[in-house]
């Protein structure tokens, strides 16, 4: 498989823009859904953080995938595109009170709950609307990820989770409180794992162990939540265009050691919709430095935040120039030093005009995106809307 440009429907449009091809999105889903049917049991939520287009999201819902939300805009984001209520699930250390509501209002399956007070909250709620809220708990497995300091999530000292020496009073407090009905166990280490053994195995050792302890006494777990964080190859996308859904999953499911009536649940954001999606900008100008020269675009860390943000890396391509390579920096053109895609890139000779497209741009991009320096946010299209 390889990504479809339409550049002569490109050269109409105004630049920046977001770009998926909805053929790499439906093979990526369809990977994913065969892996799930070999599994049985399992179930996908798809983060809705990583990418949020209405015209992507009812075709993710369209596979069968649930959502995973972390606001009570995201909620309606997702039922809006079609994912059905009982297929929601709700997590964030710090969700409003309205967001709760919204969540018991529509009823969706679960509130992924990352501390006491929140808990506390959610039976009074519950309970001020007569309903019963299902929870699981979201513990933090002081499992370190190999990968940015900014998106590892899951060691002892972060500020997501309840700590497992907690686990069994949080469960036991649950069990007191009227309103809320605990259904199971959820973690989510970090973003962007390469390494699967390294990072998914011990974390599967760690949920091994937390469930040998629970059913000693006696506790019974539905659920199993392993999260999201499945990485994509930023450096080569276009061999790599469909993630390793397969391996990853296969390597999760065969590692725990799930009890019978258990569903294994996965919440893969980024590795779903990054490799579908390109930023398309256009070069404004070539500035030439004294050592070095600039390739100045018209999309910027408005568009795309991650390489200020986290010094992600991004395959960068000239669309439109077959000239000889030569070295570029390629910078955005907001009134920051950190606006830079990236430095020293080999490019055919850039000239203005040229369409450029920053790769794997589909996860944490869009989303992200902001008005700094009253900047329009930019739109997407979709690849059955432009041919
Ligand atoms: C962000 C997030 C995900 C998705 O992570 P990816 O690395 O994009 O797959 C899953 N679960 C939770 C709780 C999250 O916060």
Redesign the pocket.
Known sequence: MTTTFPLEQFQLLRTPFYYYDTQVLRATLQTICEEKEALGNCEVHY?I??NANPKLLPIISSYGLGA?C?SGGEIEAALNAGFPANKIVF??VGKADWEICLGLDKGIFCF?VESVPELEVINELAGTMGKVANVAF?INPDVEAHTHAH?T?GLAENKFGISMADMEAVIARASDLENVRFVGL?F?I????LDLEDDFLPLCERINALQDQLEQRRIVVENINV????GVDYEQPESHLVPEFKRYMHLVASHLKLRSGQTLHF?????VVAQCGALISRVLYVKQGTDKQFAILDAGMTELIRPALYQAHHKIENLTSKGDLEKYDVVGPICESSDVFDKGVCLPKVSRGDLIAIRSAG??GESMASGYNCRALPEGYILEELI
């Open positions: 983060a953080k990583a995973d972390v997590a964030g992924n979201r998106i999530t959820h989510h970090g973003s962007q794992i999260g999201g964080g499945l919440e893969p954001g980024r590795s996860a944490y």
